[in-house]
C-alpha cells in the first residue's frame, strides 16, 4: 500500500478554473503538508496542519484552500487558477512537525 | 530565522566518480540534519540523516557527517553510479515542531 497518495497525478486545466488535489496517509501520522515545486526544483511549504487544526500557512494567495477532513487526509482546493500555479504540487506527512516526511509522487498542475 | 544553502547545479559526473554536494546551515540551538532525494517523476524520500554533531548518516553508499563547527552536512559518495542521477535536497529541522526548512536542491546527472 502507498503510504501516501495523491491524486490526480497530471491535472490540466484553463485559466480561471477550480481544481482540487486529494491526499492521503495511511501512516497513522498527525502532520500533513502541502508542498509547490517550481520548474527549477524549488520546493516551498504551503501549509502545515496537526490534528486537523492549520499551524503553518505561508504567504500563499488565498484562491489556495486546504481542507482536513480528518486526520489521514489533507485537500488542496486551487481557486480561479492562473498561469503561475502551473507546478508539481507534493503532500507529505510526518508524525510530529519536524520529523522525517514522507512524501507522494507529486501531481503535476498546468494552467493553458 | 533557520535556512539551508546548498551548492548550485546541476553537477554532471561520470560513473565511478567521487561525489561531493556542499550544503550548509543556519539555525538556533541544535538542528537535525537531512538529506532527501527526489527520482525523476517521483517525490522526495529520505537518503539519510544525522541528529546531533559528529554524527555520520549513511545510506546506499552515501555519508554525510554533521560538522558544528562548520555548521555544514556535505553529501559524499565514493563512486557514483548512472542510478544516482536525481534532485539531492538538504535539509534541517530545528526540533522545535517546525516543519522541516529545505535547500534549493541540487541537481546530478551521471553519465556512463
Known amino acids: 500500500d502507498t503510504a501516501v497518495s495523491q491524486t490526480p497525478k497530471y491535472l490540466v486545466t484553463q485559466m480561471g478554473n477550480d481544481k482540487s488535489i486529494k491526499c492521503e496517509q495511511n501512516l497513522g501520522h498527525d502532520t500533513m503538508y502541502w508542498y509547490k515545486q517550481d520548474s527549477k526544483k524549488f520546493l516551498k511549504i504551503m501549509f502545515s496542519?496537526?490534528?486537523?487544526?492549520?499551524?503553518i500557512n505561508e504567504t500563499v494567495p488565498n484562491r489556495f484552500s486546504p481542507k482536513s477532513p480528518d486526520k489521514a487526509h489533507l485537500n488542496l482546493h486551487i481557486n480561479s487558477l492562473e498561469l503561475g500555479d502551473s507546478a508539481v504540487y507534493f503532500c507529505?506527512?510526518?508524525?510530529?512537525?519536524?520529523?522525517?516526511?514522507?512524501f507522494g509522487s507529486g501531481t503535476q498542475l498546468s494552467v493553458l | 530565522g533557520n535556512s539551508v544553502t546548498q551548492m548550485e547545479g546541476p553537477v554532471t559526473l561520470s560513473e565511478e566518480a567521487f561525489l561531493t554536494i556542499n550544503c550548509t546551515y543556519t539555525a538556533t540551538g541544535y538542528p537535525s540534519l537531512f538529506w532527501y532525494v527526489q527520482y525523476p517523476g517521483e517525490g522526495l524520500q529520505l537518503l539519510l540523516k544525522a541528529t546531533k554533531a559528529d554524527d555520520k548518516g549513511s545510506n546506499k553508499g552515501f555519508e554525510a557527517t554533521y560538522r558544528k563547527e562548520t555548521t555544514s552536512f556535505h553529501l559524499e559518495k565514493g563512486s557514483v553510479q548512472v542510478s544516482d542521477s536525481a534532485v539531492y535536497f538538504c535539509a534541517l529541522s530545528d526540533q522545535r515542531n517546525t516543519p522541516l526548512v529545505f535547500g534549493k536542491g541540487t541537481r546530478l546527472s551521471v553519465i556512463a
Open positions: 496542519y496537526n490534528n486537523k487544526e492549520l499551524i
Open positions: 507529505a506527512s510526518s508524525r510530529d512537525p519536524g520529523e522525517k516526511l514522507f
